[in-house]
Every structure is written in structure tokens, then in C-alpha cells.
């Protein structure tokens, strides 16, 4: 349908009904627009100036002079209302149309407004919840979960396989012995750093001698631990032999004792021989002769696969008496191992005055007796 306006108002109507008819979106033109609306804008259309028309009529001379005094006033009237019609209906429409956008602005501020109050909201909870955490973070303080300024802990972190060098730690703390001024001798040093029983102590300025057979590890052992002295050779019952070194894919499990090595890997098919050195032999008093020849060193570390006992029986101990001696004390098993400890090294330590300490599953830790002063008890 098409519409046709040439009045100022017509057109301003026409135009904010256009206006919401596109705001929809959903609706055609014709759909919005009903009769009654097109009537009232023919109505509106058709009264848009007030002519005042009145039908003149006359018969004689004198009403004729009438009629045309009357059509005289009539357009004389017109001329001068007719602006003012004009004006008051572009002001009706200007005021209109003022309205409908203040409207508009103030429900937008509205809107604003609530948004704001949204925000303000948001952001009263935000505070809230962070109180409650500082208040949760002052009562973790008070209960020495996060360790107050000025009162910091040593954090008990292990090096060990199983926490052995916090247990010696602990010893040494009841017997007040300096960490700085320890020795110590780790028989199968195996890693630097991984699962070593005497790096934390070298970490913390003690030092000693280790003895590796395996030439990759001593070479690692060297320069990961610089201040140690580092010996590439193999324990054994004579010194100075060529013995054939079986390096197994597994960590910890090479050894020169062929037999050990393949109960190995009969318990872990897994396992097998990656190739075979030929390292030199030394004992362990020789070790001690050379590197301990006044004093004991306060930690002696032993595991050489199997051979834990052969060396302790080896060892003199009227002699050469180390505080503590770390002794691992279970067979290779593929699996965890419960209820089970080398029961002779027990016995063997126990007629020469040390006493198990501690056990951890994997390795007994046996500290001398006969620690002077009255100490251990």
C-alpha cells in the first residue's frame, strides 16, 4: 500500500511509525498499520489547517456587499492564523519529538544506573570474599601453615630413596654434630644426586670419597660433585685385579657379581646386561689406609648389590668405627618389598656394637654404641 502525505505533521507521524515498525523486525509495513490508523491519518491529513469555511450566500445588492465584507474577513483571518497554525504544529511536532528522545536518554540512564548498582554489588562481594580469604590466610599464619617472617624452617626435603638422609640429619641434630665438619664414604655411589644418600651433606659443605665401578657415573659423580674425591674402581676382597663390571639397563643394579646379576634379571625380565667393563679392584681398608688414616668418617654408605656383608666383614671395626653406617638390607624383588631384612648383617652389627637405629623398608641405618659421652643411650 502506498501512502501519500504532503502536511508536516502527517510526515513526522509517518516517520516515528516507520521508526518502531523497523525496531521489530518481524512485522511488515501493512501488518502494523490497520484501517483505523489510516482513517485517523485522512482525518488528520484532511484537518490539518482549520480554514474556517462557512458557506456565504446573498440575494440583493446589500448582502452581496455583505457576502464579500465577510469573504474579505475570512481570508483577512486566514492570513493571519494560518502562520500561527504552522507554528504551534511544527512546535507540537519539535516538542514531540524532544519528549520521545528525553524519554529515551533518561530510561537509558535507567539502565546505567541499574548497572551500575549490579557493579557496586559485584564489587562489595569481591571485597567480602577477599577479607575472608586474608582471614583465612591470618589463620593458616597463626597455625604455622605458611611460616611466619623471621621464623623460617628448613623444609625436610630428601635426596634419599627413602628419607634416609633426614633420619641422619635428625641424629646429628641430638648429638649436636656439625654438619659442615662430617666425612663421609659411600661405597656404590651410583647418581650424584638422585637417590644419593650423602648429597644433601655434601650440599651442605660436608665432603668424602665415593667409589664408583661404573665409568659414566663416576665421570657424572666428577663433575656434579667436584669437591668430593671420585673413585672409579670396583670393591672387592683383593686390590689392584681386572674385573669385569656388568652394566645393567636398570638404575642401581650393575655389579661385578655375574650371579647377583642375572638373579636379577631372572626376577625382572625387563633388566638385561647393556655391556660389560673391565674396571680395577680396591678394598675398603685400603680405602680407609689412604683416605681416613687418623679418623673414621662419620657416614659409611654401602650398596654394591649383594656384596653388603662381604664388605662389612672385610672392614675392621675395632679400628675403623663410623658413627652411622647405611646398609641396604633386601633382595631385588620386581615389586614391593614387606617383611623382609637381611637378618646376619643385623647379627653381624650387633657383635660389634652398633645398634639398627632406624629401617627403612629398603635400608637399615646402625649407629655405634659406643658414641662417647654418654650421647647414645
Known sequence: MSIEYDKLESEIIMSKLSENITEKNSRSFSDDINIKMLDSLSIMNRTYVNRSYRQISANGTGEKIIRLFKRLIRRLTFWFVEPCMIQQTEYNSANNIFSTEVNSEINELWLRLKETEKLEKTIQDMNSRIEKLCGEIDFLKKNSLIMKENEKEEVKFSFSQSGEDNIIKYIFSILKINIKECKYL???ANHAVHLSNTYD???KGARGVLIEANPELAQELSEQRPEDIVINKCISEKSDEKLDF???????????????VQGFIKENPALKIERTVSVDSITINEIIEKYFPEKAPEILNIDIEGMELTVLKMTDFEKFRPLIVICE????????TVGQKNKEIIDFMNKNDYEEFAFTGINSIFIDRRVSGGKLK
Do not use: H, R, T, W
Open 186 to 188: 659411600d661405597l656404590g
Open 201 to 203: 651433606f655434601y650440599k
Open 246 to 260: 656388568y652394566i645393567l639397563n636398570g638404575d642401581g643394579l650393575s655389579s661385578a657379581d655375574y650371579e647377583a
Open 329 to 336: 638390607m633386601i633382595e631385588y624383588k620386581n615389586g614391593l
